[in-house]
């Protein structure tokens, strides 16, 4: 089945580091992925998209990969701080839409 | 301010007593989307719609119905509510059908926080 996979351990990272997630996906050929930040008990806010013929893209702090290779997305988060602490999931989009669970981030101070 | 909005925010309820969670978007999007949430499982879609008139099965739809008289509005329907429809549901509103538009993003609600006793 089509699957859009996120490393659902909880991920800690020292504050000023880069923090790194991973998306992989199986049996799917998305034509773009995204990434979305969600904080507890509220909505998931966009952050980024790459197009599956885009090797990089950034915005900020973030950076966002893009590897049909390998079928996976790696999303940076350099310079972190303790308000970076999130769940961020990765979004594939093509004739269906698949959210992975996402991944806890925590930024400690 | 750009935003949807969803009402009400958290709902205690008895099984089979009908209820409506309600979805509304100032964007003037097309394309809206019902997904509900759950510890380990993630978002998963329960209906959507490309426009007026026009909605879909999502992956969950069991247990719901939706209606898009209009383009602004998009509620949710519980005939019968069960425990298990007990979830934390989001709303969610892109300007057109994803993929279609190429580089799409989706607007979520601030959620609604079900209990289904």
């Known amino acids: 089945s089509q699957k859009i996979e996120q490393n659902s351990e909880a991920l800690n990272i020292q504050e000023g580091k880069t923090a790194t997630l991973t998306c992989n996906y199986t049996?799917?050929?998305?034509?773009?992925l995204q990434w979305y930040r969600q904080d507890p008990g509220r909505g998931p806010v966009f952050l980024l998209l790459i197009r599956e013929n885009e090797k990089e893209k950034r915005k900020e702090r973030l950076k966002v990969t893009f590897d049909t290779t390998l079928k996976q997305s790696l999303f940076h988060i350099t310079a972190s701080q303790p308000a970076d602490s999130a769940t961020y999931l990765c979004v594939g989009r093509d004739d269906k839409i698949i959210f992975g669970k996402g991944t806890r981030l925590h930024i400690l101070p | 301010e750009a935003q949807v909005t969803q009402n009400p925010r958290y709902l205690i309820t008895v099984t089979g007593k009908k209820l409506t969670v309600t979805c509304s978007q100032n964007?003037?999007?097309?394309?809206m989307s019902w997904y509900r949430q759950d510890p380990g499982l993630g978002l998963r879609q329960i209906y959507y719609?490309?426009?007026?008139?026009?909605?879909d099965k999502g992956d969950v739809p069991e247990g719901y119905k939706v209606s898009r008289k209009e383009k602004r509005n998009f509620p949710l329907i519980l005939e019968s509510p069960s425990p298990n429809q007990t979830s934390l549901y989001f709303c969610?509103?892109?300007?057109?059908?994803?993929?279609?538009?190429?580089?799409?993003?989706?607007?979520f609600g601030p959620g609604t926080r079900l209990t289904v006793l």
């Open positions: 969610a509103s892109s300007l057109k059908l994803p993929r279609l538009a190429g580089s799409d993003t989706q607007y």
């Open positions: 964007m003037n999007h097309e394309y």
């Open positions: 719609s490309m426009n007026v008139e026009v909605t």
């Open positions: 049996n799917y050929s998305p034509a773009y």
